[in-house]
């Protein structure tokens, strides 16, 4: 079996480093929403669905933005994928708590 030396992995260790900002982004907007009466007033894109809406969507531009720039720093690179992996899994752990109420209420 051959193993490849100086394979480089930064585009995958971009989106997964990105989707752990994304997520979160997602719980850090939604608590400053809530605390925030004029950015939740703001986050309003569509009424049917209030701040939701924008929480989501500015979420989403974070994710994209940070990968793209990831990507553009990291495409031709080999990084330490382990030490990746565990910010983005710390990342999206921090988001999907402060997506629970009493968690954000600390805040």
Known sequence: M????????????????AAG?????????????DKMPSVKRALVFYKPTGALSGVTTAAILIWLV?????????????VALARINIAAIALLAI???LTFPPVGDMF
């Open 95 to 97: 988001g999907l708590l």
């Open 21 to 33: 900002v994304g997520c979160f982004a997602i719980g850090l907007i939604a608590v400053i929403a």
């Open 66 to 78: 940070s990968w793209a720039v990831l990507e553009w720093r990291w495409k031709s690179k080999s």
């Open 2 to 17: 051959e193993t490849q030396v100086g394979l480089r992995n930064g585009s995958g260790a971009a989106a997964i480093l």
